[in-house]
């Protein structure tokens, strides 16, 4: 009984005798639960839905309230103020539903993955933008990039695209070389992905710019240097903070807020090898002044530090 009056129960209050309440709750065959009664009437308890026939059923009743949710909603439906904040509530989950919010390429080739993102930009396709139909995106895509990407697909999860492609080349052997890894910029290692090498530094060691990661020389069991080939990556935590304005607009302060949020993410991702992605990221400041908008966000990211 309790879980049913908080979804939600009409509450009523009938005058009238015992004998008769039961008469006719019994030839109408209604569903009643929690009848009480008192000097003047009888109270009893009955689901919504069976409001219209409980009013053709009595002559003298009163409907009191409706309990839980559905008396909450009910209740919150004759109020002006609150039916225009659900209306705008529609609107606006209508509004972001049908927004992009978020473009995610994935592929080989960090030139393909660059290409693809500086010819969408050139098509006006940059987030936040107003979902498209991805058929036709795709088709459009494909035809300008038809010389440089053998395979493309477009997939709309909720407010973001992926993009998923194969790039146009020929199969080329990969030459080992003895280049040393050396860190081109400060960070603290995160993981090694070695080949051939010899590592100098482990997991979560701080080291700075310049530093060798992956030597080319080994000790042997003689107590002499042996040189030996080099192939791999290392990844380290970076740290960048990133400031992104635009002027102020007319447009709801979510899509603006959206609108740097990806402005500074592209502009983060820029120098991006493959594998690399952010990690965290925090933002420190988003104000207006002088009719601009300014967002200050501190990333950490997961970086290929070894390759030029």
């Known amino acids: 009984m309790k879980n049913r009056k908080g979804i939600g129960l009409d509450r009523w209050k009938v005058q009238t005798s015992c004998e008769e309440f039961l008469w006719i709750t019994k030839k109408n065959q209604l569903e009643l639960y929690d009848i009480t009664l008192h000097r003047n009437y009888i109270q009893f308890y009955a689901s919504i839905l069976q409001r219209p026939k409980i009013y053709r059923c009595f002559e003298a009743v009163d409907l009191v309230t409706t309990t839980g949710m559905l008396g909450y909603a009910l209740r919150s439906l004759k109020?002006?103020?609150?039916?225009?904040?659900?209306?705008?509530?529609?609107?606006?989950?209508?509004?972001?539903?049908?927004?992009?919010?978020?473009?995610?390429?994935?592929?080989?080739?960090?030139?393909?993955?660059?290409?693809?993102?500086?010819?969408?930009?050139?098509?006006?396709?940059?987030?936040?933008?107003?979902?498209?139909?991805?058929?036709?995106?795709?088709?459009?895509?494909?035809?300008?990039?038809?010389?440089?990407?053998?395979?493309?697909?477009?997939?709309?999860?909720?407010?973001?695209?992926?993009?998923?492609?194969?790039?146009?080349?020929?199969?080329?052997?990969?030459?080992?070389?003895?280049?040393?890894?050396?860190?081109?910029?400060?960070?603290?290692?995160?993981?090694?992905?070695?080949?051939?090498?010899?590592k100098l530094h482990k997991v979560n060691e701080f080291v700075h710019k310049g530093d060798v990661l992956v030597s080319n020389v080994l000790d042997d069991s003689k107590g002499g240097k042996q040189e030996v080939y080099v192939k791999g990556r290392v990844f380290a935590y970076v740290w960048k903070d990133i400031t992104v304005t635009m002027d102020k607009t007319k447009e709801p302060k979510a899509f603006q807020y959206f609108q740097l949020l990806f402005d500074a993410r592209r502009k983060v991702s820029e120098d991006f090898h493959k594998d690399d992605r952010i990690y965290k990221e925090n933002i420190l400041?988003?104000?207006?002044?002088?009719?601009?908008?300014?967002?200050?966000?501190?990333?950490?990211?997961?970086?290929?530090?070894?390759?030029?």
């Open 285 to 308: 400041q988003f104000s207006t002044d002088m009719g601009k908008i300014k967002m200050v966000i501190h990333y950490t990211l997961i970086k290929d530090i070894t390759t030029p």
């Open 79 to 198: 109020k002006p103020s609150r039916i225009i904040a659900i209306v705008l509530s529609v609107l606006l989950w209508y509004g972001l539903s049908s927004m992009v919010f978020d473009i995610e390429i994935r592929g080989e080739k960090d030139e393909s993955r660059k290409l693809i993102s500086d010819t969408l930009k050139k098509m006006d396709i940059v987030p936040p933008f107003k979902s498209h139909d991805v058929a036709q995106l795709k088709t459009q895509l494909k035809k300008k990039l038809e010389n440089d990407i053998a395979w493309l697909e477009i997939e709309k999860l909720g407010s973001r695209y992926l993009i998923t492609y194969t790039p146009k080349e020929f199969a080329s052997l990969s030459q080992l070389g003895h280049t040393e890894l050396i860190a081109r910029e400060d960070g603290m290692i995160e993981r090694f992905d070695i080949q051939h090498g010899n």
